[in-house]
T-cell receptor, first 113, second 112 residues
Framework: SQTIHQWPATLVQPVGSPLSLECTVE??????LYWYRQAAGRGLQLLFY??????ISSEVPQNLSASRPQDRQFILSSKKLLLSDSGFYLC????????????FGPGTRLTVL | SQQGEEDPQALSIQEGENATMNCSYK?????LQWYRQNSGRGLVHLIL?????REKHSGRLRVTLDTSKKSSSLLITASRAADTASYFC????????????FGKGTKLSVIP
């Protein structure tokens, strides 16, 4: 069966510090991968998605970047965090078909102070 | 822009009652999905309904889709305390897109 891992689970970082969040998927090949951010009490905002190694689509201009160095690894990064980067970050995967269900990881709670 | 919009934003019911949540969207879709999120956790897929379907059932869940009104509803029958969670609708944008657009969700509280 497929599983998706995210780490760390929680993170408290000072403004201006770098960020690296990692997501890995097991039990599937060639998945689409997604990064979302969820502000408190809000819906999900799609940040990036990837249909293959090295292929990243950015949905929202921001202080963040994403990379996919391996088929089942998706990394969210920032060189300098802003207060507004605080939130709940969710990674998800889907099979490579349009409009299919997405499977979510447990999320990372990021607080920028 | 926000594609799916759920209402109500929050719903509180007694255990055993039915819960109905609604979702409206703006553009044509191929399918609409409903997800559930327990507090502080990731989302879990509940059900997918295609644009050519009008109703779909899964256990205690019943989803309807009215493409003429661009709306969907999620009915949870005989609710349980364990159904307490936020529920989100998500729509694709058609045209072979991989992306889903999520609404802001309905927060359901089921009181034992």
């Amino acid at each position: 069966s497929q599983t998706i891992h995210q780490w760390p689970a929680t993170l408290v970082q000072p403004v201006g510090s770098p960020l690296s969040l990692e997501c890995t998927v097991e039990g599937t090949s060639n998945p689409n991968l997604y990064w979302y951010r969820q502000a408190a009490g809000r819906g999900l905002q799609l940040l990036f998605y990837s249909v293959g190694i090295g292929q990243i689509s950015s949905e929202v201009p921001q202080n963040l970047s994403a990379s996919r160095p391996q088929d089942r690894q998706f990394i969210l990064s920032s060189k300098k965090l802003l207060l507004s980067d605080s939130g709940f970050y969710l990674c998800a995967w889907s099979v490579r078909l349009p409009g299919t269900e997405q499977f979510f990881g447990p999320g990372t709670r990021l607080t920028v102070l | 822009s926000q594609q799916g919009e759920e209402d109500p934003q929050a719903l509180s019911i007694q255990e055993g009652e039915n819960a109905t949540m609604n979702c409206s969207y703006k553009t044509s879709i191929n399918n609409l999905q409903w997800y559930r999120q327990n507090s502080g956790r990731g989302l879990v897929h509940l059900i997918l309904i295609r644009s050519n379907e009008r109703e779909k059932h899964s256990g205690r869940l019943r989803v309807t889709l009215d493409t003429s009104k661009k709306s969907s509803s999620l009915l949870i029958t005989a609710s349980r305390a364990a159904d307490t969670a936020s529920y989100f609708c998500a729509t694709d944008s058609g045209a072979g897109s991989y992306q889903l657009t999520f609404g802001k969700g309905t927060k359901l509280s089921v009181i034992p």
